[in-house]
């Protein structure tokens, strides 16, 4: 059974950083992409960042390049989501996702197992 856990959420103030960890279990990590994603009260979900596990090619929305570095360390199947020059639009649940397909996507629909997601809240 394929399992992701986020974990790593909070509360911080803008111009802080988290990061974000997603541990995954119950496939091969090193073929799929895995992606981050997120959710805002009254918005639809939005890519964020993905990582292909099996090269490291990564790819990133354009409203947090510069700020947001993904990473993977395949030894431990834990994918992780650097934040850092947090802006409370940046607020949302965060979820990570993984994609079989290896495919290195932000568009949510490619993504077939997701996990439940964590609280991120910046305040201004």
């Known amino acids: 059974e394929v399992q992701l856990v986020e974990s790593g959420g909070g509360l911080v103030q803008a111009g802080g950083s988290l990061r974000l960890s997603c541990a995954a279990s119950?496939?091969?990590?090193?073929?799929?992409?895995i992606g981050w994603f997120r959710q805002a009260p009254g918005k639809e979900r939005e890519g964020v960042s993905c990582?292909?596990?099996?090269?490291?090619?990564?790819y990133y929305a354009d409203f947090v390049k510069g700020r947001f570095t993904i990473s993977s360390d395949n030894a431990k199947n834990t994918v992780y989501l650097q934040m850092n020059s947090l802006k409370p639009e940046d607020t949302a649940v965060y979820y990570c996702?993984?994609?079989?397909?290896?495919?290195?996507?932000?568009?949510?629909?490619?993504?077939?197992?997701w996990g439940q997601g964590t609280q991120v809240t910046v305040s201004s």
């Open positions: 996702a993984a994609d079989p397909l290896g495919i290195v996507t932000l568009h949510p629909r490619e993504y077939p197992y």
């Open positions: 119950g496939f091969t990590f090193d073929d799929y992409a």
């Open positions: 990582i292909s596990s099996s090269n490291g090619r990564t």
